[in-house]
């Protein structure tokens, strides 16, 4: 993987400060993965009676760790899990030895935490068609082991990164009936960033008490408006996983609550809204609004072929108000348009309507918003009420760079 000198220019000033959550651990250790001395695994332990939910990649080369992890979705929670992921290497595409290595890790922690191999989850995120170096990982298990604390999760997030420029965090709390429940993720995420789930890792942990199956249709739900919504380049991992870990030390059931949902939603969002501001290269975040489809699905389908658009993207990168572009995609999408019913903005200037170009247009009031960080394009189809809202990156040079070189 290219060494990131850089960091992003739309990141975040500093990693959150995550709060404590009652029931899980975290340590990090350099194993030389791929590199020696680059900090490249983590170990979560999780107290018995933790609920884990997931959503998994779909691509069809997905590697042995996602598979063996949707297997263990819904396995008994009495003896507590433990999540081991490692950078450096994806563990994809391996025939057997992906597997074996699987095999060889997850019964590794069970035997060093205590806890059934059933319920240990493992992740890999790297370079693809190269063999794990498991044994470097096992022979740091002890000591991840012994370095277990609950304030260890940031060192748990730069564990997980490869082309990131930045360590991913985001946290809540929320007040149900007088108990304070808290809420904290991390995400590794840059490049190969496409829906379907959504292309990264990312692990959500929190004190609240709630079932599995709830947990799993919660989580469900709200990454079908978060991970899914993003793209940097619309190319789909093979190893990318969601895991959402709820210990119960609260001891408050936050089944069907309004309030918990809205605050997962959030740091989900904040997450997904934070690899899409690390992806690589990226200089410019990208918010892409599209109304009156036919359906949600259709206006959704619709805003990505806009945000996945080589060509919008590098006219973004140029602050170029190419609106054309943004015409070209929505005929390209395969879902349903009327060019004579298409109104599109760039931030609050109306560029097109009724199929022709505003007689109000100015060029340069939108230019003016392509010189921003954030950019807003709108798209109303006249057609119904679907709607949706997607968010990606430009495209630059920069993107180039960091791949021709990902695995030198």
């Known amino acids: 993987m290219a060494k990131i000198d850089k960091v992003s220019p739309l990141a975040p000033e500093r990693f959150p400060d995550l709060p404590r959550i009652s029931g899980v651990t975290f340590a990090a250790a350099s194993a030389g993965v791929?590199?020696?001395?680059?900090?490249?695994?983590?170990?979560?332990?999780?107290?018995?009676?933790?609920?884990?939910?997931?959503?998994?990649?779909?691509?069809?080369t997905r590697s042995a760790p996602v598979l063996d992890c949707q297997a263990k979705l819904g396995s008994d929670p009495s003896q507590g899990a433990a999540i081991l992921v490692n950078s450096g290497n994806s563990n994809a595409f391996t025939g057997h030895y992906g597997q074996t290595s699987v095999e060889v890790l997850t019964s590794a922690v069970a035997e060093a935490v205590g806890v059934p191999a059933q319920r240990v989850f493992t992740a890999s995120t790297g370079v693809i068609g190269e063999p794990l170096p498991h044994e470097r990982i096992v022979a740091k298990i002890a000591d991840l082991k012994a370095g277990q604390t609950d304030q260890g999760i940031e060192a748990a997030a730069r564990a997980i990164m490869t082309t990131d420029t930045f360590p991913k965090g985001s946290c809540a709390t929320v007040e149900i009936e007088g108990t304070v429940i808290t809420i904290a993720g991390i995400a590794k995420g840059s490049g190969m960033i496409a829906p379907d789930m959504?292309?990264?890792?990312?692990?959500?942990f929190t004190d609240a008490q709630i079932a599995q199956p709830d947990l799993q249709n919660l989580v469900s739900r709200l990454n079908a408006r978060?991970?899914?919504?993003?793209?940097?380049?619309?190319?789909?991992?093979?190893?990318?996983?969601?895991?959402?870990?709820?210990?119960?030390?609260?001891?408050?059931?936050?089944?069907?609550?309004?309030?918990?949902?809205?605050?997962?939603?959030?740091?989900?969002?904040?997450?997904?809204?934070?690899?899409?501001?690390?992806?690589?290269?990226?200089?410019?975040?990208?918010?892409?609004?599209?109304?009156g489809a036919q359906d949600d699905r259709e206006a959704h389908v619709h805003g990505m072929a806009i945000a996945n658009s080589p060509l919008v993207k590098t006219a973004i990168a140029g602050e170029d108000p190419n609106w054309g572009r943004v015409v070209m995609a929505i005929g390209k999408s395969g879902a349903t348009a009327d060019r004579d019913l298409l109104s599109i903005w760039f931030g609050d200037t109306l560029v097109a309507e009724n199929g022709w170009v505003s007689p109000t247009y100015r060029e340069e009031d939108a230019a003016a918003h392509m010189k921003n960080d954030a950019i807003s394009i709108r798209v109303d189809l006249g057609l119904g009420s679907g709607q949706a809202t997607v968010w990606t990156c430009d495209l630059t040079h920069g993107y180039i760079d960091i791949n021709a070189d990902y695995r030198s």
């Open 226 to 291: 978060t991970f899914n919504c993003i793209t940097v380049d619309s190319d789909t991992s093979t190893s990318d996983s969601l895991l959402a870990c709820a210990t119960g030390a609260s001891g408050c059931d936050v089944a069907g609550n309004a309030a918990f949902e809205e605050a997962l939603h959030n740091i989900m969002q904040d997450l997904a809204h934070q690899v899409v501001r690390d992806g690589e290269g990226a200089t410019k975040f990208v918010e892409v609004r599209v109304t």
């Open 34 to 60: 791929r590199y020696s001395g680059r900090t490249d695994v983590m170990l979560a332990v999780l107290q018995p009676g933790t609920s884990i939910a997931g959503v998994f990649t779909r691509s069809s």
């Open 198 to 204: 959504a292309t990264m890792l990312v692990y959500i």
